[in-house]
C-alpha cells in the first residue's frame, strides 16, 4: 500500500513538473475599446435620471488607468 501511495506522489510531481505554464493575459489598453461617439450637429440632451432613448451614444468617457497615480510631495 505504501508503495502505491510513493508512486501516486511520485507521479503528481512529475506531472506538475512537466505542466506547460500558463501565458498572462497582456492588460486591455484604451485604444482597445470601441466606443460608439456622436456626430457633429446631433442633438444632444441632459438626462437626469433614467430613461428610454432612441439610440444611445457616448458623449465622454473616463480615462481608463491600469495603474495608480503616484503623488509625491502632497503635503505641504
Known amino acids: 500500500m505504501w508503495v502505491q501511495i510513493?508512486?501516486?506522489v511520485?507521479?503528481?510531481l512529475i506531472n506538475?513538473?512537466?505542466q506547460p505554464k500558463p501565458?498572462?493575459?497582456?492588460?486591455a489598453a484604451f485604444q482597445d475599446f470601441d466606443?460608439?461617439?456622436?456626430?457633429?450637429g446631433t442633438e444632444k440632451e441632459w438626462i437626469f435620471g433614467q430613461v428610454w432613448g432612441k439610440d444611445w451614444m457616448v458623449l465622454a468617457v473616463?480615462?481608463?488607468r491600469s495603474q495608480a497615480i503616484k503623488v509625491k510631495?502632497?503635503?505641504k
Open 6 to 8: 510513493a508512486i501516486l
Open 23 to 27: 501565458t498572462k493575459p497582456k492588460p
Open 62 to 64: 473616463r480615462n481608463q
Open 35 to 40: 466606443f460608439p461617439r456622436c456626430d457633429e
Open 16 to 18: 506538475q513538473a512537466n
Open 10 to 12: 511520485v507521479s503528481y
Open 73 to 75: 510631495g502632497s503635503k
